[in-house]
Structure formats: C-alpha cells, structure tokens
C-alpha cells in the first residue's frame, strides 16, 4: 500500500503528512526545552550566588559554534532551494556543507568540554555545571540526530531524486525544519548559559 | 517542479536573513561586555534572541507563510510553553517553597 499524502497535500490541513508530522513533533521539542529552561530558570533565582557564564566558559568558541550553526541552517535552507530549481548538484554541495558544519560545531563543543574536563568541571560541581551540562548535552545529541538524517539525505537517501524527486524535496523541507530548529535553541541558549 | 523565479527571489531573502543574524550575534556578545545591570542584561540578551530566533523561524522554517494547521498547533505550544515559564515565578513567590529550599 502507497502510504498517503507524501507529495499532495492534505485537503483538511493543507499540508502533506511528513511536514504536520515534523511539526507536530517539533512542538513537543519545544515543550522538552521548555521545561529544562524552566529548570534553569527556577535553579537560577532559588541559588544563593550564580557564576557569570563567560567568566567560567569559553564565550570566543561558543560565539565561533554560534556563527557555525547560523550558517548551516542557511547551506540547509539553500539545500532545499536548490532542488526546487532541479539543480542536484548543488543540492549536494549545500547538503553536505551542512554535514560539514554540524561536525565543527561537534568538534568546537568537544574542544570545549575537553577544558572543562581537564579542569574537572563535571556535572556534579555545582548547580550551574548541572544544567550547563544537561542543556548543551542534549542540544548536541540534536545535533547528532539531525546529522544522520542529513547524511542520509546526501547519501543513499539522495537515490530518491530520480524516482520521485517532488517527495525527496519534501523530505529535505522536513528535514530542513528540523535543523532550523536546533538552531533556534542554540541561539537561546548561547546567551542564556554564556553570557548571563 | 520549475519555480525558479519565486525561489531565486527567497534565495536573496534568505542571504539577508544570514547576515542580520551574524549582525545580532555580534550585538549580543558586544552588549555582554558593557555589564550591564543582570536585569538589564537578560532584558536586551532575550530581546535580541527572540529576534533572532524570529527570523530563522519566519523566513528559513517558512513560518511566514504558513498553513492554518501549523499555526493552530504552534498557539497551542506557545500557550502551554507560557504557562510553564510562568512556573518559576509561582514557584519563587511561594513562601512555603522556597522556605524548603535548601
């Protein structure tokens, strides 16, 4: 059985499935930030004395895997648009420099963790460390995630450009808004955490 | 699938996203070194982050021209999304809470 609605859109929302799916999820994603910002929030006004975050963490680097993930959601964004004007080849170039950028903002990150560790600044330091840690954790493990869907997209799952190109152009959309999105919360949480 | 024309003009819309978003970064980590008052901080730090994130969502999410049933379900989000940033201050005016804080 075909499954429904992949190109068309839905005559009741308008949409084709994948992308009220993505959004519907990227809602619940919202809500799981939320909380954890509420968290921070409540950790924050509750302690005695909160350290200022670019007295204790490395604002320079962070600002670098701010301008990183920027720009990896525009080479995303143009990834897209690329396929809409049927140029493939430049789908792949913008594809893979999005890869390509989610591994530096990985490796700045580590490079950042790494300090930390070796000044044995765990989770279990304090308050701050706690959440530090939690917060950009999970952020990164988005970035994880939407980096194995975008190397599939530019890889094996880029053989769907010749059979059904306008469904493959919904998958890198959806894909895309995923993306976008973990880009979003990294530019709440740069000044949050860093420079606060 | 030949809509070149519209995109190649959301493709100048998009460069310019780009670059008012690398502007406002720089203004967020120029106004962290004048130290400010935290309050005044935080204040102008949220402003210029809800901006930001304004414009990746309108313009690089599409959110700007969106279907009704998107923009259903993100009023239902903002609502519960508000209600829980409004638990830290329900939290923090409770005498008997934060009495129990350690």
Redesign the interface.
């Known amino acids: 059985m075909e499954i429904p609605y992949t190109i068309e859109?839905r005559p009741d929302?308008?949409?084709f499935n994948a992308?009220?799916g993505i959004?519907?999820f990227l809602?619940s994603e919202?809500?799981l930030f939320?909380?954890l910002?509420?968290s921070y929030?409540?950790l924050r006004?509750?302690a005695p004395e909160w350290p200022h975050g670019?007295a204790i963490l490395n604002?320079p680097l962070a600002?670098l895997n701010?301008?990183v993930l920027?720009?990896s959601?525009?080479t995303?964004?143009?990834a897209w648009?690329s396929l809409?004007?049927?140029n493939f080849s430049r789908y792949r170039m913008f594809m893979g420099l999005t890869f390509l950028m989610g591994v530096g903002f990985l490796i700045i990150k580590s490079i950042e963790y790494g300090s930390k560790f070796e000044h044995h600044l765990f989770p279990s330091n304090s308050t701050f460390f706690a959440i530090y840690y939690t917060l950009t954790g999970l952020h990164g493990l988005h970035v994880i995630g939407g980096m194995i869907v975008n190397g599939y997209l530019w890889g094996p799952g880029s053989r769907m450009w010749k059979s059904a190109?306008?469904r493959f152009?919904n998958r890198v959309e959806v894909a895309?808004?995923y993306w976008?999105?973990v880009?979003?919360v990294w530019?709440?949480l740069?000044?949050?955490l860093y420079?606060? | 699938m030949d809509q070149s024309h519209d995109i190649k003009k959301h493709v100048r819309t998009y460069i310019a996203v780009f670059i008012a978003l690398l502007a406002l970064t720089m203004v967020t980590v120029a106004v962290s070194y004048l130290h400010l008052e935290v309050h005044e901080a935080i204040v102008i730090a949220l402003i210029v982050a809800t901006v930001k994130g304004g414009l990746v969502a309108s313009f690089f999410m599409h959110l700007i021209s969106e279907k009704k049933a998107v923009y259903m379900a993100l009023v239902l989000t903002a609502v519960f999304f508000a209600a829980l940033m409004w638990l830290p201050l329900f939290a923090h005016s409770d005498p008997i809470m934060m009495n129990h804080v350690p």
Request: glycine residues 6%.
């Open positions: 859109n929302t308008g949409l992308k009220l959004w519907l809602a919202v809500m939320g909380a910002f509420t929030i409540l006004v509750s670019s604002v600002t701010t301008v920027i720009t959601s525009i995303m964004v143009m648009a809409k004007m049927n190109p306008e152009t895309g808004l976008h999105f880009d979003l530019i709440f740069f000044p949050v420079l606060l």
